[in-house]
């Protein structure tokens, strides 16, 4: 019993929720990213290129048979991935370089001034005292 306690505690920590979520995340944004490639940006640069749909680039390795397959080296697949890949580092990158702009912003407001300690407070009573007299 004591290991699902333990195992409840770690589950329901703040770092690993927000990892999950992050997890969650990104797997819809790379969707997003492999459909704004495939669908948007992809088709306009193969018809700058004379119509060439880049998914379907390919060098045939084999053949195929009556009883295999053709083996094709897909490397118009692999630009497409490469692609989509550049475009998730950059969004990335952006939200990174965003959010350390905002902790430097909060590192430079200045902090206010510490609270005066025990000691402080004291001989700050006796001056008053002694200015009383």
């Given at each position: 019993?004591?290991?699902?306690?333990?195992?409840?505690?770690?589950?329901?920590?703040?770092?690993?929720?927000?990892?999950?979520?992050?997890?969650?995340?990104?797997?819809a944004f790379g969707k997003?990213?492999?459909?704004?490639?495939?669908?948007?940006?992809?088709p306009p640069i193969g018809l700058l290129l004379g119509g060439t749909?880049?998914?379907?680039?390919?060098?045939?390795?084999?053949e195929g048979t009556a009883d295999t397959e053709a083996v094709m080296l897909n490397y118009g697949v692999f630009i497409n991935t490469v692609i989509n890949f550049l475009i998730i580092a950059f969004s990335i990158f952006i939200v990174v370089k965003g959010i350390n702009s905002m902790k430097k912003k909060e590192?430079?407001?200045p902090a206010a001034p510490p609270a005066?300690?025990?000691?402080?407070?004291l001989?700050?009573?006796?001056?008053?005292?002694?200015?009383?007299?």
């Open positions: 019993m004591g290991m699902l306690k333990e195992f409840k505690t770690f589950a329901m920590k703040g770092n690993v929720m927000d990892m999950a979520i992050g997890i969650i995340i990104g797997a997003i990213v492999s459909s704004l490639v495939g669908d948007v940006i992809m749909d880049f998914s379907s680039l390919a060098i045939m390795l084999k590192e430079e407001k005066p300690s025990k000691e402080e407070i001989l700050a009573e006796i001056r008053d005292e002694l200015r009383k007299k």
